[in-house]
């Protein structure tokens, strides 16, 4: 359900204002390829339905008009309350580290979408463009980013699709830094707080990944680096533009597709079918 930056940034923008909406606080949230975790307070539980209703039912009408997809995006959700100071400890080292312990990084900081560095940096994930060096495409994107935040609404597909197109490498990665340090509401001091210092936070996440038994999870260790390849695979091909088109073809050309996967990506057919979203009665593993 994430396939790139910008089904982030739209997941992430729409996520952030259904946040200040309900008052919630978040001290953490953790996008992966195909599922994501948040840490969050609230002094009225009888909003918490309401507030992840919110966010999936948009972004799962966005995601799937994006891509021609239909039905759920968000098939559940489990909750775990955690009320001692080491059960948040616990957590919050749980939810950073689940991209090393997808093996998609080494260190939980290192990871872009769970958003941790930008607790101490501006542009963590992009080279600072100097003024004089920014184009007038990049500079107007920026100044629309900031403006649609200040009136309160989301970046959506047609909007960041527009924002980015002509943009360099170097400024599409600066937006994307932009956006996601102006729209955040992670409360990153409440985690911090309870360590000291960010850097004891890391480093604390580094000697213990955490665990989570409260909330059943499916746990496949080579499905991070699987759909990464995937997704960089379907990126360098110049003869689909994007996921979508692909949904679009024929049953027969996405079950081709699903085996070139297999079989240049070196993954496994499962992986290759969810990232495809193909039906498991078409393509029994």
Same mark, same amino acid.
């Given at each position: 359900?994430?396939?790139?930056?910008?089904?982030?940034?739209?997941?992430?923008?729409?996520?952030?204002?259904?946040?200040?909406?309900?008052?919630?606080?978040?001290?953490?949230?953790? !996008?992966?390829?195909?599922?994501?975790?948040?840490?969050?307070?609230?002094?009225?539980?009888?909003?918490?339905?309401?507030?992840?209703?919110?966010?999936?039912?948009?972004?799962?009408?966005?995601?799937?008009?994006?891509?021609?997809?239909?039905?759920?995006?968000?098939?559940?959700?489990?909750?775990?309350?955690?009320?001692?100071?080491?059960?948040?400890?616990?957590?919050?080292?749980?939810?950073?580290?689940?991209?090393?312990?997808?093996?998609?990084?080494?260190?939980?900081?290192?990871?872009?979408?769970?958003?941790?560095?930008?607790?101490?940096?501006?542009?963590?994930?992009?080279?600072?463009?100097?003024?004089?060096?920014?184009?007038?495409?990049?500079?107007?994107?920026?100044?629309?980013?900031?403006? !649609?935040?200040?009136?309160?609404?989301?970046?959506?597909?047609?909007?960041?699709?527009?924002?980015?197109?002509?943009?360099?490498?170097?400024?599409?990665?600066? !937006?994307?830094?932009?956006?996601?340090?102006?729209?955040?509401?992670?409360?990153?001091?409440?985690?911090?707080?309870?360590?000291?210092?960010?850097?004891?936070?890391?480093?604390?996440?580094?000697?213990?990944?955490?665990?989570?038994?409260?909330?059943?999870?499916?746990?496949?260790?080579?499905?991070?680096?699987?759909?990464?390849?995937?997704?960089?695979?379907?990126?360098?091909?110049?003869?689909?533009?994007?996921?979508?088109?692909?949904?679009?073809?024929?049953?027969?050309?996405?079950?081709?597709? !699903?085996?070139?996967?297999?079989?240049?990506?070196?993954?496994?057919?499962?992986?290759?079918?969810?990232?495809?979203?193909?039906?498991?009665?078409?393509?029994?593993?």
């Amino acid at each position: 359900m994430f396939y790139n930056v910008k089904d982030s940034i739209v997941f992430f923008t729409i996520f952030m204002l259904a946040v200040k909406r309900h008052g919630i606080r978040v001290s953490g949230i953790c !996008l992966m390829y195909n599922h994501y975790h948040v840490d969050f307070e609230t002094d009225n539980a009888r909003i918490v339905g309401k507030f992840i209703s919110e966010y999936c039912s948009k972004y799962s009408k966005a995601f799937n008009s994006r891509y021609g997809f239909s039905g759920k995006v968000f098939d559940r959700y489990g909750i775990s309350n955690k009320r001692s100071d080491k059960e948040r400890r616990t957590a919050y080292a749980y939810l950073y580290n689940n991209p090393v312990e997808w093996h998609l990084c080494l260190r939980a900081e290192d990871y872009q979408m769970n958003f941790l560095k930008y607790a101490v940096e501006d542009h963590p994930f992009s080279e600072k463009i100097i003024s004089r060096n920014r184009s007038r495409g990049f500079r107007r994107a920026a100044e629309e980013a900031s403006y !649609l935040h200040s009136r309160k609404l989301p970046i959506m597909y047609k909007t960041i699709d527009r924002l980015m197109d002509g943009l360099r490498m170097k400024e599409k990665r600066q !937006l994307a830094d932009i956006i996601f340090k102006t729209y955040s509401m992670i409360d990153y001091d409440r985690a911090i707080s309870r360590y000291g210092s960010f850097e004891k936070m890391t480093n604390a996440f580094s000697d213990n990944t955490g665990s989570e038994y409260d909330i059943v999870e499916e746990y496949d260790k080579s499905a991070g680096n699987d759909y990464r390849k995937m997704a960089r695979y379907l990126a360098d091909d110049r003869r689909h533009k994007s996921i979508g088109d692909l949904v679009k073809s024929p049953a027969e050309d996405r079950v081709s597709y !699903l085996w070139e996967l297999v079989t240049n990506c070196h993954v496994t057919v499962e992986h290759a079918r969810r990232f495809l979203h193909i039906n498991a009665e078409t393509v029994p593993c």
